[in-house]
């Protein structure tokens, strides 16, 4: 297994730790290890691309697995925050059905020989996603940083409307007929 794959498997070995400092009380500082676990696993994910892009380590499991732990991060997050009362469930079943949607679209496209790339719409779906988990985890009670995670929760979830729009429509015909 190469380094950029390890990076990413310890991406998916943080996810337990970081629900449990989300989630059990009582634990001190909880959520700024949360918060720190969070953004550390976070950061993995662009730490493991850069070295499978310019050492040339990319890999079938890396293309896989890659993804798979981000939306498994994310998803973990969003589940946490339902838990919590930080987040409304039905825009969490919303943003977490995006996810399998173009997770089987991909699917499908690879089973035709394509592949779809991330998009604009996609990336920055996904940045704003990680600040408001951010944001949501540190969660002070101040009316200020309450109005910031609102706007960033109805951000996000416009983000992923708009980023499934967007996919839908420019790879629609591999749905079609399998090809591109």
């Known amino acids: 297994m190469n380094l950029p794959n390890k990076i990413t ?14 989630l059990v009380p009582g634990i001190p500082f909880g959520k700024y290890i949360a918060v720190g676990i969070f953004i550390l696993a976070s950061l993995t994910d662009t730490l493991d691309g850069y070295l499978a ?35 409304p ?4 079943i919303i943003i977490i ?14 089973d035709a020989g394509v592949v779809i790339a991330a998009s604009w719409w996609g990336k920055v779906k996904t940045v704003v996603q990680m ?11 101040i009316s200020v940083f309450h109005i910031l995670e609102q706007v960033l929760i109805y951000s ?6 708009v980023s499934l729009v967007d996919y839908l429509v420019k790879n629609w015909k591999v749905m079609n007929d399998g090809n591109m």
């Open 9 to 22: 498997m310890l991406r998916v070995i943080m996810i337990p730790f970081f629900v449990a400092f989300m």
């Open 53 to 87: 892009r310019k050492y040339n380590l990319i890999s079938n499991f890396g293309k896989f697995m890659d993804p798979l732990a981000d939306k498994l991060l994310v998803s973990s997050a969003l589940i946490c925050f339902v838990a919590l009362h930080t987040m």
């Open 89 to 92: 469930a039905w825009v969490v």
């Open 97 to 110: 059905s995006r996810e399998f949607i173009i997770s089987g679209f991909r699917l499908v496209a690879s």
């Open 131 to 141: 600040v408001m988990s951010v944001v949501l985890i540190l969660n002070f009670d």
């Open 156 to 161: 996000a979830l416009v983000l992923t409307v």
